[in-house]
């Protein structure tokens, strides 16, 4: 499900971003099998709005993007929670970058992930997902990698239905996710998308504490 929109439209915030985007999940508020769970750390400010409009829980999906040395913004892949490793083979291909660099990038990845999982759920079990309508929350889809890492770890935990929700992704990557899940929720789907921070009057960096803030306001 999406709606077009103009080419200079713009979200305010993070916030913004994700009560437009609570607006296009209406239909999953209210259900007690509904789980949201936001990206760290930019798409849970993100999914903290959708959740509040849903009613619905709040948890976390630990994915690390793996960016290209000395161009961090470019993914070249993602980590994710139990090993998961997903590579953006055209990026490793068209840069020739080597698989004891990507070794390597994967390594200091996992150090951040794993202190993000400490810091952020503490002494929390992580949420059951088998049989609850999943939804993946991010701030935005630009190379994919990240949500297909997030994919990855969901997916064979058996959710009943698994949704991915952005803003804001590139029309290419919004047709693959949908044959990888059984939803895709978007606000704005633009012809061309080189930043997701270009959709944001405000794209300011989300931090540890902002995340845990707002995973400790759920009930």
């Not at 929109?5 to 239909?27: I, P, T, W, Y």
């Not at 290419?172 to 921070?197: F, M, N, W």
Request: hydrophobic share 45%; net charge neutral; charged share 25%.
């Amino acid at each position: 499900m999406l709606d077009a929109v103009a080419h200079n439209m713009r979200f305010q915030d993070r916030a913004d971003a994700g009560r437009q985007l609570a607006n296009r999940l209406k239909r999953y508020a209210h259900r007690p099998d509904v789980l949201v769970l936001g990206l760290p750390r930019g798409g849970v400010p993100v999914a903290y709005e959708v959740a509040q409009a849903l009613n619905a829980p709040l948890d976390i999906c630990l994915v690390r993007k793996l960016g290209v040395p000395d161009h961090e913004e470019l993914a070249l892949g993602a980590i994710a929670s139990g090993g998961v490793r997903v590579l953006n083979d055209d990026v490793v291909r068209g840069l020739d970058i080597a698989t004891s660099t990507i070794d390597a990038i994967a390594a200091k990845e996992l150090q951040e992930l794993q202190r993000r999982d400490r810091a952020y759920r503490g002494d929390r079990p992580p949420p059951t997902i088998r049989d609850r309508t999943v939804i993946l929350v991010d701030d935005g889809i630009a190379t994919g990698a990240t949500m297909r890492a997030a994919i990855s770890v969901v997916s064979p935990q058996q959710p009943a239905r698994l949704i991915v929700a952005a803003p804001v992704a590139a029309p290419s990557l919004y047709d693959e996710l949908r044959l990888k899940v059984d939803e895709v929720v978007c606000v704005a789907l633009p012809d061309r998308l080189t930043a997701i921070g270009c959709w944001y009057e405000n794209f300011s960096q989300t931090s540890d504490e902002d995340v845990r803030h707002r995973l400790a306001s759920q009930p």
